[in-house]
């Protein structure tokens, strides 16, 4: 089945849109992965997702990740990537611990800490598998340009990730206002062929610049490519933890829970495609903070983006309008274009058997750090607060359920002085991050105006 998995644009259908041409057509997983989304703007989705059967799944039980991540990657890459190189690409992405930490005492609430990378974010496990497999797949005659749009730790991912891989340059883009103290060092400091920028704006000003200069053909040259969840080469390794979570945690066949702190929907999509190829997921619970057009919608029906999006304390779910929903909205029969705008309807009732969601006020994130570290001694972060928290809400208005995974999404050390004003502690510091505070760098500084990306895309860059 592998072999035959090629990927379509969620934009395929918009045939009376002024101003653009729907792509039709299909592509392989290396020409999805290296274009980044397609040429009409839209992002690019499997025209089959592979199943796994319960054995399989249930065969990793006790095994170490690797093993997850070679059988959920080589059931969608196995007819494009040898098997061999597959393997070589899991164990050199994936040599750090994948914690799965119990909260309540003698119940089946679990904490999924996706905080042990070099990067100490969940973004290392995309960032990582993405960043050799394009080194795998490339023209090895041209140079690629990776852009990313960042709204707290995607960037410092993708750009450890990709750190001195030959012919292959990065660009980040980061709100300036909006990213914590420690992810600003970290961004700024990578070096070699990564670079930052620090954008007088918010994240979506981000965002849009970053497709803008896709969608722009005056940019053809530059062979740029997406290395933010736009990609669906970031998607892919995102689904591997919630086959990895339920094999060690679940007795076969038994229904499971995950909550996923959501912004860009990136992270969530991971869990409804392993849900699609057999994972029994009850619920995807997918709480956001204070930008809450998700779950509005649920609500309601109606779709509104938020804009500007809000600033909040988990700042990289600070987004009004996330680029997966498009992929969200064709899984169940919709339509929603990069602007926002709905074209069609998604199932809104067949959405809502199977995701549920909340919006977390920042009042609630803190409490919920505070009663948490002092009920069980649990350390969560804003964004791991948002997760909990939505979980909870869920448990109170559904019932209590046996087996529920709440995924923590990057280390407490990453928001020091939050954790400090809540909790008087100093989280300790992961050695990945105490590498970083002694780098030295300095980002270069744009507005948010496409003219002037475009102009530094042509005077930097080269294909």
């Not at 070699?192 to 981000?206: E, H, L, M, P, Y």
């Not at 086959?243 to 066949?253: D, K």
Request: net charge negative; charged share 25%.
């Amino acid at each position: 089945m592998s072999a035959m998995i090629r990927y379509y644009s969620t934009n395929r259908n918009l045939s009376h849109v002024s101003g653009l041409t729907p792509f039709r057509g299909t592509v392989s997983f290396r020409e999805a992965l290296l274009m980044g989304q397609a040429p009409d703007e839209g992002l690019f989705m499997p025209d089959a997702i592979p199943s796994l059967s319960m054995g399989e799944i249930m065969a990793l039980k006790g095994k170490p990740y690797v093993e997850a991540a070679f059988l959920v990657a080589g059931s969608f890459l196995a007819g494009e990537i040898g098997l061999d190189k597959l393997r070589w690409i899991v164990e050199d992405a994936y040599n750090f611990d994948v914690p799965l930490e119990r909260v309540t005492e003698g119940g089946g609430k679990y904490i999924m800490r996706l905080d042990q990378g070099p990067t100490a974010s969940f973004k290392d496990f995309a960032a990582r598998m993405m960043a050799r497999l394009m080194s795998m797949v490339r023209d090895p005659e041209k140079r690629l340009n990776v852009l990313v749009a960042t709204s707290g730790d995607t960037g410092s991912a993708v750009g450890e990730a990709f750190k001195g891989v030959p012919g292959i340059d990065v660009t980040i883009l980061y709100p300036r206002g909006e990213v914590s103290g420690r992810q600003k060092k970290q961004l700024d400091t990578i070096g070699q062929n990564v670079r930052a920028i620090s954008v007088d704006g918010k994240f979506d000003d981000c965002q849009d610049l970053v497709k803008q200069a896709f969608a722009d053909p005056s940019l053809n040259n530059l062979n740029l490519t997406s290395a933010n969840s736009i990609n669906f080469g970031r998607i892919l390794p995102q689904t591997i933890y919630y086959v990895y979570a339920y094999s060690q945690l679940a007795v076969g066949g038994e229904e499971i829970i995950f909550s996923v702190p959501s912004g860009n929907f990136g992270n969530a999509l991971g869990c409804e495609y392993a849900r699609r190829m057999g994972l029994p997921v009850k619920t995807l619970v997918m709480p956001t903070n204070e930008n809450d057009e998700f779950p509005r919608f649920l609500e309601t029906g109606d779709y509104d983006k938020v804009s500007p999006s809000r600033a909040c304390l988990s700042n990289a779910m600070n987004v009004g309008h996330p680029s997966n929903l498009a992929r969200f909205f064709d899984l169940f029969g919709g339509t929603v274009d990069r602007n926002g705008l709905v074209h069609r309807y998604p199932d809104r009732e067949e959405m809502k058997r199977h995701i549920y969601s909340v919006s977390i006020t920042d009042a609630e994130t803190k409490k919920t750090i505070k009663r948490i570290y002092e009920t069980y001694g649990v350390l969560l972060e804003p964004h791991g607060a948002v997760g909990w928290r939505g979980l909870e809400d869920y448990l109170e208005k559904r019932g209590d359920f046996p087996l529920c995974v709440s995924l923590e999404t990057a280390h407490p050390a990453k928001f020091p002085n939050e954790i400090n004003e809540l909790l008087d502690i100093d989280p300790k510091l992961p050695q990945s991050m105490k590498d970083v505070d002694a780098r030295e760098g300095e980002p270069v500084f744009l507005d948010a105006d496409d003219d002037t990306f475009r102009t530094y895309l042509r005077r930097h860059l080269s294909g």
